[in-house]
């Protein structure tokens, strides 16, 4: 009757029989909510995003915001230890969480972790890059499609200048950042299919 | 093609929190 929990936003990666899908999915949700919320006033605060209409808003930080979390809490999977850390703090190991039946989705964030962390973005790059990432997402449902376009050029052209800025002898990190916008899409992929599996028991 | 993101009522927090009343517990 134990259930196990993949996310590390819950408190740990089982949760013991007596306790019910729904008291799982509140305390999850006690974290997993203002998680979103926290990505959403990120999102109000990157220029031109607000003058989108409230319904591609929506669109957009509905299929962007698993990905601008993936990078938010990417250091939780530490690729060199090989652990995750859930939200009680304490770090399980790989061969723990291979037990409880974690395969390619953890495997696929361990590889993100590691790709990403290995650039060593500074905090104002990274925030950008998030920007980046959350008007890359996919765009069905979207209305004025050009509008998302000129938001992500325009950001695009901004951490590319930051980038060359701060690094004019690198030119080889910005391709590389940019090659994570693929990563993240297949992580959400994958991601949403485990997603589709989850039920809330009445 | 169902909503993967639908299981967590992630849609509705959004538009709440782009509404900025995420303050009363979500129903």
Sequence with gaps: ????????????????????????????????????????????????????????????????????????????????????????????????????????????????SEKLGSLGLEPDEMALFMAVVLVSADRSGISDMQAVEQLQEGLIRALRSLISRRRPDDSALFPKLLLRLPDLRTLNNMHSDKLLAFRIDP | YNDPASNLGLEDIIRKALMGNLEERPD
């Design chain 1, 1 to 112: 009757g134990a259930k196990v929990l993949a996310c590390p936003l819950n408190a740990c990666p089982v949760s013991g029989a007596e306790r019910t899908s729904q008291e799982i999915w509140e305390s999850f949700s006690q974290c997993f909510t203002p998680a979103v919320k926290e990505v959403v006033e990120f999102a109000k605060g990157i220029p031109g995003f607000q003058e989108l209409s409230q319904q591609d808003q929506v669109m957009l930080l509905k299929s962007g915001t698993f990905q601008v979390l993936m990078v938010r809490f990417c250091t939780l999977f530490n690729a060199k230890e090989r652990t995750v850390t859930f939200l009680n703090g304490q770090t399980y190991p790989l061969s723990t969480l291979r037990v409880l039946g974690m395969g390619s989705l953890l495997d696929a964030m361990f590889e993100f």
